[in-house]
């Protein structure tokens, strides 16, 4: 079965991408490669990359050359906290879980 | 693949189209970037239209569970749909023993009132069938709740369903009275008209 656990929230892969530093949108997906092992797409990234921006999560930097970097803002790198947090929590429980059987 | 881009929101395009359009540029040319650019596309059409849409039908924050005002009143509701069913159930019930049952006696006590029946006006038969299934939506109504929210962005709409014992038995009642009535109308139909 395919996993689709961590392919499922591109909007997550991106925040937690961006986390790392400013990136444009060729470098996220080579990020989001390297980390997740999860290939985006161009309209997947496109698509969850504006929706981050038009929460305030992402903001758009200056163009270099023809290519517009993207970083995180203090609201996006709360949410990302938030998120990652809860699925610690997740994470936490469910290792305790199957470790015990 | 670029021409796909026309298919994406004008505003959209004009903020990103061309950042996506080097994108796509740097990234061989396969199906699956094909796909994935048309169902982008889809995405951002159904988003623009929610984004429309939403605000007229949601408060700010996302609505609340109970917001229908039967669902603030789930006991009377299941009064009222058991109230609306009940002659049905009554027709129903005494058929099935009069017919199905075959009680010694029932059929000749209760003949002259189905003669009767057949007497008046098409409205009331419609009303016996119709009954159960209108009192099953009526009691339907206070165990669902549509709840609408933005989570991360996105517009996510959940069903919840609530236990409450009296409209949970009026349902039952309904299924069961308006299926009976549903599948003998529909066998006599099938089988045995003139």
């Known amino acids: 079965m395919r996993d689709r656990s961590s392919s499922s929230d591109p909007g997550l892969l991106l925040l937690i991408s961006l986390s790392g530093g400013p990136k444009h949108g060729h470098a996220m997906l080579l990020d989001v490669a390297g980390f997740a092992g999860v290939r985006l797409g161009p309209g997947t990234l496109y698509g969850a990359l504006s929706r981050l921006e038009e929460d305030g999560l992402v903001e758009a930097l200056p163009l270099e050359g023809r290519r517009r970097p993207y970083r995180l803002t203090d609201a996006g790198l709360g949410a990302l906290r938030g998120r990652l947090t809860g699925l610690n929590a997740a994470v936490s429980i469910g290792l305790a879980r199957v470790g015990n059987r | 693949m670029k021409p796909i881009l026309r298919l994406y929101p004008v505003a959209w395009r004009r903020r990103y189209g061309d950042e996506l359009s080097d994108l796509i540029d740097e990234m061989p040319a396969t199906p699956a970037t094909t796909i994935d650019l048309l169902r982008g596309a ?42 609306i069913t009940t002659p049905t159930m009554i027709f129903v019930g005494l058929s099935f023993l009069a017919y199905q049952l075959e009680l010694p006696g029932m059929q000749t006590w209760l003949q002259p009132f189905m003669d009767g029946l057949s007497q008046v006006p098409r409205i009331v038969d419609l009303f016996l069938l119709a009954a159960p299934f209108i009192a099953f939506v009526i009691a339907a109504v206070p165990l669902m709740g549509l709840r609408t929210e933005r989570v991360d962005g996105e517009l996510r709409v959940t069903l919840a369903l609530r236990a409450r014992t009296l409209n949970l038995i009026v349902l039952a009642v309904c299924v069961v009275v308006g299926g009976f009535l549903a599948s003998h109308l529909l066998v006599e139909f099938l089988f045995e008209r003139p």
């Open chain 2, 42 to 83: 889809a995405t951002l059409h159904m988003r623009a239209l929610l984004d429309r849409v939403a605000p007229r039908l949601l408060p700010a924050g996302g609505s609340p569970m109970p917001t229908h005002p039967l669902q603030r009143h789930p006991t009377a509701t299941a009064l009222v749909a058991a109230l």
